[in-house]
């Protein structure tokens, strides 16, 4: 009994460091997307759907 006590145990303690791993993998990967810069056509709509810069600049040029 103590040893699949034991055993369990062991499984237990690698199945944790496995889950760590990939978690902390899965944040990094998160992270490095999230922060990377993207390039965009000129005149595209970003992602919270404003638009670019230039597109303003253009229209408070003409005002």
Same mark, same amino acid.
């Given at each position: 009994m103590k040893k699949l006590l034991a055993l369990a145990? !062991?499984?237990g303690g690698v199945f944790f460091v496995i889950k760590r791993n990939r978690d902390a993998k899965a944040e990094a990967d998160?992270?490095?997307e999230a922060t990377a810069p993207t390039e965009r056509p000129l005149g595209? !709509?970003?992602s919270n759907g404003s638009t670019?810069?230039?597109a303003n600049s253009d229209s408070a040029s003409r005002n």
């Amino acid at each position: 009994m103590k040893k699949l006590l034991a055993l369990a145990a !062991v499984a237990g303690g690698v199945f944790f460091v496995i889950k760590r791993n990939r978690d902390a993998k899965a944040e990094a990967d998160l992270w490095r997307e999230a922060t990377a810069p993207t390039e965009r056509p000129l005149g595209a !709509v970003s992602s919270n759907g404003s638009t670019p810069t230039k597109a303003n600049s253009d229209s408070a040029s003409r005002n």
